[in-house]
């Protein structure tokens, strides 16, 4: 294409743009939406184009709002605040919590690698209560755990239901299948953000006629909600930097089933199950159950699991079929799935809040609590809270610097229960750096304590936390084996994951069609993945030659969707027609660029992924 | 040439990914979870837009309305997609978009609100459509909204229209054989159910978006409430065509295999 055919970059002026659509932007918009549509008070102005309104938009990359996000138990604090009248019988699958357990799940299987500290436990528990008792429900536990006055949801069911309400205002725009590439940085600040390029080939080149440059969308001010593994908070992250002494360093992968329960199920709606002890102990998990016999199952595998071969879905068809809860799901049937990273390190990893002409909300600027496992209505809260700034900055004709969001967004976010209890979190989990119970009585005495005492230290950064297969299995599989399978799995360009579990013991999964169907049944029954021609591929190998020295390729074994299989000479192979847009291989790449905290993968703005509302 | 009013008729149908499982309802047959499930404008009624929009951009003074009869607040979610393809303007009636709907009762109220349309001209009217629908419905309803607007002059899988000069309307009609049949008609009014057209589907553009969307949300607050029933139809039963699913991927086969394995899989039945 020469270049005068080549299509200019267009331009847009708007006053506030959002990037993404999750819990926090649905704050952020359903209060600045009930303001702009009250006719009660003087309407704000837009600066950009006056004598309109103020011009507010929200892109979101998935191709509808709700998409590729997940299900969750919650206290719903802030959400029950900005919907007083909240009726969860208007919202599909929301029901009250009814009955909250948690239950420790031995391990049926004998494959789980569990310490030796855990295994003792485990004989005294059989020994006092029955040799064929598998699982044992927690007689209490610590208040700051319950969720018995929230509710249960499915986050894609409750975006959908606020983006409806926010959208009848008329007052702002939400655009799905949008991604952003980036922020329009100048200096220290944001001045708007850069569309996705459309019409590209895999590595980013203009395909003839198609091409459409991103549009460049100049804004006041820019909301940052882009989740943990957005391109804009990485972005931000890497050129404005982190507050000292903060990092991301914590995270998880949740990977969900949502089922149709049997007629004749016993579980009520509202009942919600935690579990913990089992695939393996350093995987937490879930049950759930919405209204109509319909329930979320899951497991969460973390960025502490050091295992290099931590296949959430392999690990999720052994997590159903554990006895306490394969009788519930053994004649249920698949109807979504789904899964997406969680930052784990909460106020640890809270960015810098706000800038000229920007500020950070959600999960991405580090409001999800560890200790309390909510991060839904803290994402709302910190939404709510900088519209209200946000109103308040307008309504005073105040523009949107560093100091003005400062005194209006961040001064309410640290005055807020949501700064109160990521403090007390903020070293919850330490413990689990020195193992799993380390980690349970770690968090127990933050809770406890108010977060004056914890365990542990701050963990290394996450590349630095995978281990060798060697190391994981042993004692479990020999070296040698190790070494076979290695060439065997290299010989028929597979990963390592199912042969080093069926290695270890783990029984074949009896595929039934219904609830245990293959990895990639699983894209197309549950989370009808699917993604738009004309893209470029969001993820991306910096430098191959440290993919082929890396050895572990963390990010293969890891991937929800088998979207990052081994490529020819070493370097792995990204289908982006399977990528879910979870994250995990972004904080499971082992090898990091030297000097510096990013590593050899770049998961940047795409497009598709998820086509299910249901997760 | 003065410009079209090229009125596309287009309802949502769920996403075509979604896995659809007929249940009884208390107003008849429905889809389980219809409500929760993703929703797209009909691909069929897709194609017809994206023609009508590149025709409207040819022929200057030309105008594109979209009316859709579908639940208010899946057509809202639907447009934020759709609004960002191509410039229209859109005429919401707020009723129910299954495909157990009777063709007739639907065909009868679209008409009804192609001709309240402010300022229509039967002379400059390109009434477009899907030829078929992704809705389980029968894939009559424009034919029937052509016959109540009294507009003779009908053309079915449309593949390409281009106008000639003098005004003249060439239309390329899909046959079997894979060919197409020719025809010319002298203009306007004229019904075109659209096959697939020869467009792409275009790119998502944030200005084509905001301008659409002015007039979208006021469309939608304003949505006449018009239910639409199964025509005294009982049902018997209903059911969607059994999936046999036998899921691999593999991404280095020549066409000649995949086929090859193809015709031995469906031989198997």
């Known amino acids: ?615 | 040439m003065p410009g079209y009013q090229i009125v596309v008729l287009g309802s949502i149908v769920p996403d075509p990914l979604q896995t659809l499982e007929p249940v009884a309802t208390p107003q008849g047959p429905g889809l389980k979870n219809e409500a929760m499930l993703p929703h797209v404008l009909d691909p069929w009624a897709g194609h017809a837009l994206y023609e009508a929009a590149n025709l409207a951009a040819k022929v200057p003074g030309s105008k594109v309305t979209l009316v859709a009869l579908g639940p208010k607040q899946k057509l809202q979610q639907v447009m934020m997609a759709v609004g960002q393809k191509v410039p229209f303007e859109l005429v919401a009636l707020d009723g129910p978009a299954s495909g157990f709907t009777d063709a007739h009762e639907v065909a009868a109220k679209l008409a009804e609100a192609v001709q309240k349309l402010p300022g229509l001209d039967r002379s400059a009217l390109l009434l477009f459509g899907g030829w078929e629908s992704a809705s389980r419905g029968a894939g009559v309803t424009l034919q029937m909204v052509g016959e109540r607007l009294g507009i003779p002059d009908q053309f079915f899988g449309v593949d390409e229209l281009s106008v000639k000069d003098g005004g003249a309307l060439q239309i390329l009609e899909r046959v079997e054989g894979g060919k197409h049949q020719v025809s010319v008609c002298a203009g306007p009014p004229a019904v075109l159910g659209w096959a697939t057209g020869n467009l792409p589907e275009p790119k998502n553009n944030p200005q084509v978006g905001m301008a659409n969307m002015r007039g979208v949300m006021p469309a939608l607050q304003k949505a006449p409430a018009t239910p639409v029933g199964t025509g005294g139809v009982k049902f018997e039963s209903v059911a969607v065509p059994k999936v046999a699913r036998e899921t691999r991927v593999v991404k280095d086969m020549s066409p000649d295999e995949i086929a090859k394995e193809l015709v031995e899989w469906i031989s198997q039945d």
């Not at chain 1, 799940?105 to 690698?113: C, H, K, M, T, Y």
């Not at chain 1, 926010?166 to 655009?175: D, E, F, K, S, Y």
């Open chain 1, 1 to 615: 294409m020469s270049d005068e055919n080549v299509p200019q970059r267009q331009t847009m002026a708007v006053d506030v743009a959002c990037v993404g659509f999750g819990p926090a932007t649905a704050g952020f918009l359903t209060t600045l939406s009930r303001r702009l549509a009250d006719a009660s008070k003087p309407p704000l102005e837009s600066a950009a184009s006056p004598g309109m309104p103020l011009q507010v938009l929200c892109y979101e990359r998935a191709d509808d709002v709700g998409f590729g996000v997940s299900g969750v138990v919650t206290r719903a604090r802030a959400i029950k605040a900005a919907f007083p009248d909240l009726d969860a019988s208007q919202i599909p699958m929301a029901t009250p919590v009814r009955d909250e357990k948690v239950l420790y799940l031995l391990d049926p299987v004998g494959a789980s690698r569990r310490s030796v500290t855990l295994r003792a436990a485990d004989k005294t528990l059989r020994a006092f209560h029955g040799a064929d008792r598998d699982s044992f429900e927690l007689p209490w536990a610590p208040a700051f755990l319950h969720k018995t006055d929230g509710f249960v949801f499915s986050l894609g069911q409750l975006l959908q239901w606020m983006a409806g309400q926010v959208m009848a205002t008329g007052t702002v725009q939400i655009w799905p299948g949008t991604p952003v590439a980036e922020a329009l940085v100048e200096g220290k600040a944001v001045k708007g953000v850069r569309l996705l390029d459309q019409g590209v080939d895999r590595q980013g080149r203009p395909e003839g006629g198609a091409y459409m440059p991103g549009m460049d969308v100049h804004a006041a001010l820019t909301v940052v909600a882009d989740g943990p593994v957005g391109a804009v908070g990485q972005q931000l992250d890497e050129v404005i930097g982190m507050p000292p002494g903060h990092a991301r360093r914590e995270w998880a992968v949740g990977m969900k089933l949502v089922v149709d329960l049997p007629e004749d199920t016993p579980l009520q709606a509202g009942t919600v199950l935690h579990t913990f002890g089992f695939p393996e102990p350093e995987i937490f998990g879930f049950l759930y159950v919405h209204p109509d016999r319909v329930a979320s199952v899951g497991i969460f595998v973390p960025s502490w699991f050091e295992s290099p071969v931590r296949t959430t879905y392999r690990y999720l068809q052994h997590y159903v079929q554990h006895p306490r809860l394969w009788p519930y799901l053994e004649k249920a049937k698949l109807r979504s799935w789904g899964a997406k990273s969680i930052l784990e390190s909460g106020r640890r990893g809270e960015p810098f809040l706000a800038g000229d002409g920007f500020a950070r909300i959600g999960e991405g600027s580090g409001s999800t609590n560890v200790l309390t496992s909510s991060g839904v209505d803290e994402a709302f809260a910190t939404g709510v809270q900088l519209a209200e700034g946000v109103i308040e900055l307008l309504e005073a004709k105040k523009p949107f610097t560093r100091e003005n969001l400062e005194a209006v967004y961040v001064a309410r976010r640290r005055d807020s229960w949501v700064e109160r209890e990521g403090q007390v979190a903020e070293k919850a989990r330490d413990g689990f750096q020195k193992g799993v119970v380390t980690g349970l009585m770690g968090m127990a005495l933050s809770g406890f304590t108010g977060g004056r005492m914890s365990l542990g230290d701050e963990p290394p950064h996450p590349a630095d936390q995978i281990g060798t297969l060697e190391e994981f299995y042993k004692g479990k599989i020999p070296a040698a084996d190790i070494a076979r399978i290695r060439r065997e799995c290299a010989e028929k360009g597979v990963p390592l994951h199912d042969a080093l579990m069926d290695r270890a013991g783990w029984p074949p999964v009896p595929m039934d069609g219904q609830v245990l169907v293959s990895q990639q049944d699983a894209l197309l029954m549950g989370g009808k993945v699917q993604a738009p021609p004309g893209y470029a591929d969001h993820v991306v190998f910096l430098d191959p030659e440290l993919c082929r020295g890396c050895g572990k390729r963390v990010c293969v074994e890891i991937c929800s969707a088998e979207a990052i299989r081994p490529g020819d000479g070493g370097t792995p192979a990204f289908d982006r027609e399977k990528c879910v847009h979870c994250g995990a291989c972004l904080w499971s790449c082992p090898t990091r660029l030297p000097g510096t905290d990013r590593v050899n993968l770049q998961f940047r703005a795409g497009a598709g992924g998820l086509h299910s509302a249901e997760n």
